[in-house]
């Protein structure tokens, strides 16, 4: 006996029309018709008594019926608890990266979280760092995962790694061989801005004025054109070092002075965090990000 059977059945029994029961389950009336004779050989007998005009139980239909019509029920209510335990087990998680972190990066931050909540609705925004933490001020994301030189007040914020800046430059540049590059030895160069780079924020908070002048040749938003674009000696680049690079670039930490910036997971003071939340920050804070 199907679910399918019995939702026929009484379909029938509420129209005693065979053709609105069938319009009213959305399939032909031979396909219900046939539905109907299986049921009944499963039960042993006739179920209804069809006359022109005149849809009738039998006798069997009758002593059935609520039987029938209390088991649809029942499995009916079971479906939609089912579906209310799989819908209150899905959680909802906003997390806002921002977008100089590496794709490397964000993968390993999204990995213990996906493997802890199997469930999880994740939404991930990408933009730059300050952008990210207007997004969590505003409460359009629930936790921020950002390098900024400092904070504003209404922010807690807790650091998970430290990194430096290198110098991105073509595989055959004449500071190619050096282990480490001075800011002093890039005066003159040509340069290829990242947009949306936090370097001079940092720069700024940690050292103050440039005392270097540079050629700025080009400047994007894609990480992937300024890379091929230092691939293509068009000029240098200023970029963290846990960047992957492209082939044709290479790279050497920015020493004299040192820069670095600091990967800290940032949520609001006064924004209550779900259970998703608490469990990502919990997953973050507990990795070895060295």
């Keep these: 006996m199907e679910i399918h059977q019995i939702r026929y059945f009484l379909a029938v029994e509420r129209t005693r029309n065979f053709s609105r ?3 009213q389950c959305n399939i032909t009336q031979p396909a219900l018709t046939r539905a109907i004779q299986k049921l009944e050989e499963e039960v042993g007998g006739k179920l209804l008594h069809r006359r022109p005009g005149n849809i009738e139980l039998t006798e069997l239909g009758r002593a059935l019926f609520p039987r029938l019509e ?3 029920q029942t499995i009916n209510e079971a479906r939609t608890q089912a579906r209310d335990l799989v ?3 899905k959680q909802r998680l906003r997390l806002g990266f921002m977008c100089t972190i590496g794709p490397d990066r964000v993968g390993a931050f999204l990995r213990p979280i996906i493997a802890a909540i199997p469930h999880l609705d994740l939404i991930v925004r990408e933009a730059k760092g300050t952008d990210i933490i207007n997004d969590l001020l505003g409460e359009h994301i629930d936790v921020a995962i950002v390098g900024l030189p400092h904070y504003q007040d209404g922010l807690k914020h807790h650091p998970l790694y430290d990194e430096k800046y290198v110098v991105a430059m073509p595989a055959n540049h004449r500071l190619a061989p050096a282990n480490q590059i001075t800011l002093a030895e890039l005066d003159g160069e040509n340069y290829i801005e990242r947009i949306n780079c936090e370097f001079d924020a940092h720069f700024d908070y940690q050292q103050g004025e440039w005392p270097i002048e540079i050629n700025t040749r080009f400047r994007s938003e894609r990480e992937d054109w300024v890379q091929a674009l230092v691939a293509a000696g068009i000029g240098v680049s200023i970029m963290p070092e846990s960047f992957p690079l492209m082939s044709g670039v290479t790279s050497a930490p920015l020493v004299t002075p040192e820069i670095k910036r600091s990967i800290s997971i940032v ?9 998703a939340a608490v469990e990502f920050i ?3 804070k507990a990795q070895s990000w060295t």
Excluded at 267 to 273: E, F, M, R, V, Y
Aim: hydrophobic letters at 35%; aromatic letters at 4%.
């Design 267 to 275: 949520t609001a003071q006064d924004q209550s965090l779900s259970p």
């Design 70 to 72: 209390s088991a649809y």
């Design 87 to 89: 819908e209150q087990r």
């Design 21 to 23: 029961a069938a319009e």
């Design 282 to 284: 919990r997953l973050v």
